[in-house]
């Protein structure tokens, strides 16, 4: 069993939280825990949310189009794992955008014009080739050669206009 390691994003569609008054704030079901198709050069991906290295809560940076510059600081977010009513787990985000930056102005005015944004997860993780029927995230996985995400990190938020 061979294990790589690499940086790699995941996608997902994310919503303006109700408006109190305050800061723009956003949430979202950043990984339902099952099968990611078409994952980049990896083909199908299922990333094992027990191997997570992040704290749940831990305060991440939210970027725009994965620029690392201070120029691109739109926000910051924080992810949690969740129960999922059929008891599998998932990944959650939720955070808030900044009026501090252009990138935060920008991304405010996208969100309350109902653009439909998304984000992206920069994932530092372990990679590992599966062949036999898999428990991952309460869920079985049956595909065969689907390469199995362990040991993951996340480094970042990202909004971008469309995803991969």
Known sequence: MESHKRLHTLTFAVRPADKDGGALRFEGVAY???VVPAYGWHGDVVIDLSGLKNADG???????DHQASVEAIAGKGRIFRFAQPDGTTGLRIE?????ATDAGRQIAALLKADFPLQMSVGMNASFREVAEPLVVNGREVRAPDIPNATHSHYGSLQWVGRGF
């Not at 955070?95 to 009026?99: A, L, N, Q, R, Y």
């Open 32 to 34: 339902s825990g099952g």
């Open 58 to 64: 831990e305060e991440l940076p939210v970027l725009v």
């Open 95 to 99: 955070g808030e955008v900044i009026d």
